[in-house]
């Protein structure tokens, strides 16, 4: 195969093209057809309605179903055609809130993700190498049976749940409580290896992890910062938002990536900076930003703490330093600055090429000290702008489904073990059998974070003696999650060769089914798809939408609650699974799900929207305004589309959502807020809490703490309590008061729950308390280590973390090129579904890595060359090269949304028959390597080394 173009430099700006397109890059056997190939996300005739007129009449009525695309969590809305119960055809929502008739090629390719031939269609197991169609009920009765025979030997952190962000919000909660029931914090999902590190540092920042404003918001921004973001490919709808503020209010937009993405296309800088210098980067500018006496200075000193510490830390990188450590030129650092600075207010965006490395949680918050420095928070415009990968990610992380932390991030505390009990109107003695309750390495394990989806495989194959439990893994599911997207997978393959069972749940059999070349002890669950159950589905600015059935489950599949509840009643614990919960038959009432997520999640505020209020957002989702996200008029007037947590108090209270986080402005009771009073009142003898900064209307006209019961009674307003809520409040605070009377007291009187902090610039309870520049472990900059080293190796929760016996072998020599990886508009996540989707696959059909024409030809590679490129652990890969200058010499990039393939080895033999997807490939995971972060344990994707030769 010859790829048919160079990638060229055509320069009126001096700044690279992005060399040869996608569309370009393909099997030369396999044309461009037109049809969905052409969507873009502009103009109404983006594509063309899939109609079955051979067996549908053309008079046959049509059903219109209100969806919300499965793919980036920008929300999408959608109308899909449904006839005789049969998804003909679908069309953008032209007047939906978030995306007004925008589709990527993703979205506009939705309905084939439901008929899929590729789907799995039936239980299946696999027998002496051969898979074999079973019926549910063997399949869950010997699944259920393996459950209880692990459980019985190994105690139950003998299994590993695997969740999904595709899973619905209620579906999320319940996997979540499953594991609970079952008596393990062995579960977690794909923000693992996303953005826990997004949610660990920001919200030991202000308060909260997620998103601070909305894609709508980015509207009104004067900059917009993109720090290991590509939204031109990886949320391509969002760029509507980012260009109207291009074009309507000329906000500048500032590009910080290895590479000259799609998005740097469109930016006013590109700064090409090192993988993995984000904090030099970011102290470089406010170096320029201190010197110049840019901060907001009234901002810092009403509402943040110890940025005098920051400064001490940023002095130690004045621009040769900054210019040395990332290779970015000072005049780019310095222009950076200068441009947020004089626009103001500006946004910052980050994604995955912020959070994929060892030092994740630093970098995120070195993100949140610069918008603190220029005074961007809590503003139109402003915030730190966090987007999310998949449609459900946000609801899945804060439902819980993790393995360090209770739905509404309680953590595991006794305390949060109680107040989970108390909503589930269960014993807490008997939730507290449910668990080992020995002690391992000086740990117990209910009250122990689990073993992360990052490094599942560590649990299966180190010796039980180093884990902080009483075995090893012996059995996991991977529900709706594919492992292709997991570093090492060399020992991914050998985790699953040893595990005694491997339950995959999923319309498609995914990497887990698969890569592994084990002839049986094997099982794959049919769920449905999202389009055959309905529920709701937080976008990444905290909206909850309603998503609505299209059609019937197809197949034999069956919704991921059904599964949950047959395996919940054959492992004896169905009774307490849905004690307040009714069941039609083996389907649990989504309803009742809603009201006891509404009966818990007191600490996000995720209480006030009922599934009433969300299915009536959605059957109106027209009436919001695209700008401000909220209804002008009519029965909705004034809520923000989704409400947006917090969302306070009951649903009877009508709270209108938050769609702008600590935003001082706004009435609490009108979406209003501040930072939040969670690290108590003082530190080292310091007040902490905000000082003459509080929300509009608030009683307390200075900073406090976090309601109680007895601040309450301090404050004269205990008496503001009905005789019901004082039964409820008494001895509880704002967060576990169900009667939700203490807060709809706090809000009565002007104040937020929560209480009125400043935001902290140091996080005292991590291991940096500033954030740290530390070289990647595997780092071609071996003379800078000495200077930036990384963490002695340590226990983090249950597994041996390794950190500086890694960073102390020299590999550049052999690896002398950096390599990170990241998305393509085409493909999401692990792949298995939109590479078996036939419009998509058409769209790009090779797995390739991306390399700068001054390395390729020292290695004799031309463009489209079969290369061999080997990571720093000996993961080798056989791909296409692509030659192209929108990546610096020494830098290399990958996709890494392909699988089916395996160091040159197809993988076609172990699938199922008739799933193998359209494209299969190697995973940029088998060369990527070890690296993980100490709070989280997100993997580090963004930044390893190579070496690269001619196939």
Same mark, same amino acid.
């Given at each position: ?55 549908? $009449? ?102 590993? /749940? ?52 909305? /894609? ?39 590009? +910080? ?90 946004? +910052? ?53 993790? /393995? ?55 649990? +299966? ?161 027209? +009436? ?26 009951? $649903? ?52 406090? $703490? ?178 192209? $200058? ?66």
């Amino acid at each position: 195969m010859q790829l048919t173009r160079k990638a060229k430099t055509v320069s009126t700006d001096s700044k690279p093209t992005l060399g040869i397109n996608r569309r370009q890059f393909m099997k030369g056997a396999a044309g461009a057809t037109g049809g969905i190939a052409a969507a873009t996300i502009l103009g109404n005739g983006m594509m063309r309605k899939a109609e079955a007129a051979d067996y549908i $009449p053309h008079n046959t009525p049509t059903e219109i179903k209100r969806t919300i695309c499965s793919h980036c969590a920008v929300g999408c809305g959608i109308y899909a055609e449904v006839q005789n119960g049969v998804w003909t055809g679908q069309e953008p929502a032209f007047d939906h809130p978030f995306n007004q008739g925008g589709h990527c090629a993703k979205g506009a390719a939705l309905r084939e993700h439901g008929h899929g031939e590729k789907r799995v269609k039936y239980p299946l197991k696999k027998v002496a190498g051969k898979w074999q169609k079973i019926s549910w009920d063997q399949a869950i009765n010997e699944v259920g049976d393996k459950m209880l025979e692990h459980r019985e030997k190994s105690g139950p952190d003998s299994l590993f /749940f695997m969740g999904s962000a595709k899973f619905s919000n209620q579906a999320c909660y319940m996997y979540r409580k499953f594991a609970a029931m079952w008596g393990t914090n062995n579960v977690d999902h794909s923000a693992r290896i996303c953005h826990s590190t997004t949610v660990a540092g920001v919200a030991n920042t202000w308060g909260y992890g997620a998103q601070t404003n909305s /894609f709508n918001d980015i509207q009104n921004a004067n900059a917009i910062f993109f720090i290991g973001s590509n939204p031109a490919e990886a949320h391509p709808v969002a760029m509507q938002h980012i260009l109207i503020a291009k074009e309507r209010k000329n906000a500048k937009i500032i590009v +910080v990536d290895p590479r000259f993405s799609r998005t740097a296309a469109h930016s006013d800088l590109h700064c090409a900076i090192r993988p993995g210098t984000d904090i030099p980067f970011i102290y470089g500018m406010l170096w320029h930003i201190f010197e110049n006496g840019w901060e907001d200075q009234a901002f810092i000193d009403s509402r943040v703490y110890a940025m005098d510490e920051i400064r001490k830390e940023v002095a130690k990188f004045p621009p040769k330093e900054v210019e040395d450590v990332t290779g970015v030129a000072e005049k780019d650092v310095y222009m950076a600055a200068k441009l947020m600075a004089e626009n103001r207010p500006g946004t +910052v965006v980050w994604c995955m090429g912020g959070t994929q490395h060892h030092v994740g949680n630093a970098n995120t918050r070195a993100y949140c000290l610069l918008q603190l420095a220029l005074g961007n928070m809590g503003v139109e415009g402003g915030g730190t702008n966090i987007f999310r990968g998949h449609d459900n990610v946000q609801g899945a992380t804060d439902l819980g489904l993790l /393995f360090d932390t209770l739905p509404g991030y309680y953590g595991l505390s006794t305390g949060a073990w109680k107040h989970w009990s108390n909503v589930w109107e269960l014993d807490f003695d008997w939730v507290k059998g449910r668990f080992d309750n020995n002690e391992y390495l000086g740990r117990v394990p209910m009250n122990t974070p689990g073993i992360p989806c990052s490094r599942w495989h560590d649990g +299966v194959l180190e010796s039980a003696e180093k884990l902080a439990q009483k075995d090893q893994v012996k059995m996991a599911f991977f529900w709706g999650q594919s492992v292709n997207t997991e570093t090492r997978q060399n020992d991914v393959r050998d985790a699953l060769d040893k595990l005694d069972t491997v339950v995959v749940v999923d319309p498609f059999p995914t990497m887990a089914g698969v890569l592994s070349d084990r002839p049986d002890g094997i099982y794959i669950l049919p769920a449905c798809t999202v389009f055959e159950t309905e529920g709701a589905v937080s976008n990444s600015g905290r909206s909850q939408q309603w998503r609505q059935q299209v059609v019937q489950p197809l197949f034999e599949s069956k919704t991921d609650l059904e599964i949950m509840y047959l395996l919940a009643k054959k492992v004896g614990m169905a009774e307490q699974f849905t004690k307040r919960m009714r069941v039609d038959g083996n389907i649990v009432n989504l309803d009742d799900i809603q009201d006891e997520i509404n009966r818990g999640m007191w600490t996000i505020g995720m209480t006030g929207q009922s599934a009433q209020r969300l299915r009536e957002h959605t059957e109106n989702w027209g +009436v919001f305004d695209f700008k401000t996200l909220e209804a002008p008029g009519g029965k909705l007037k004034g809520e923000t589309y989704g409400l947006p947590w917090p969302c306070w108090g009951t $649903p009877e209270q009508k709270h209108p959502g938050t769609q702008i986080l600590y935003r001082t402005g706004r009435h609490v009771l009108e979406g209003g807020g501040n930072f939040r009073a969670r690290y108590g009142v003082e530190h080292n003898g310091t007040n902490i809490l905000a000082e003459g900064s509080y929300s509009k209307g608030a009683e307390i006209q200075d900073g406090y $703490p976090e309601f109680t019961d007895k601040m309450l009674k301090q404050l004269g307003w205990w008496d503001d309590l009905t005789a019901d809520e004082k039964a409820s409040a008494e001895g509880k605070n704002w967060k576990t008061d169900l009667s939700g009377g203490i807060q709809r007291v706090a809000m009565k009187h002007g104040c937020i729950p929560f209480g009125n902090a400043k935001a902290r610039s140091i996080v005292w309870t991590f291991p940096d308390p500033a954030p740290v520049h530390r070289e990647p472990l595997y780092t071609t900059r071996r003379d800078l280590i000495a200077k930036y080293p990384t963490y002695e190796d340590r226990q983090v929760h249950r597994l041996p973390t390794l950190y500086k016996s890694i960073q102390d072998k020299d590999l550049s020599g052999k690896y002398p090129l950096a390599l990170t990886s990241g998305r393509l508009v085409e493909y999401e996540g692990g792949g298995e579904e939109t590479r078996s989707n036939p419009w998509l696959a058409e769209l790009q059909q090779e797995m390739f890595v991306e390399i700068n024409p001054a390395d390729a030809a020292e290695r004799l590679i031309r463009d489209g060359d079969d290369v061999w490129l080997e990571g720093a652990e000996g993961g080798r890969i056989k791909i296409k090269a692509m030659v192209t $200058p929108r990546v610096q010499p020494g830098v290399t990039f990958m996709p890494y949304h392909f699988a089916g393939v395996m160091s040159g080895e197809s993988l076609e033999a172990n699938y199922p028959e008739g799933t193998v997807p359209y494209i299969i490939g190697e995973s940029a995971n088998t060369a990527l390597t070890y690296g993980y972060d100490p709070v989280t344990q997100m993997q580090e994707t963004k930044s390893s080394i190579c070496q690269i030769v001619k196939a």
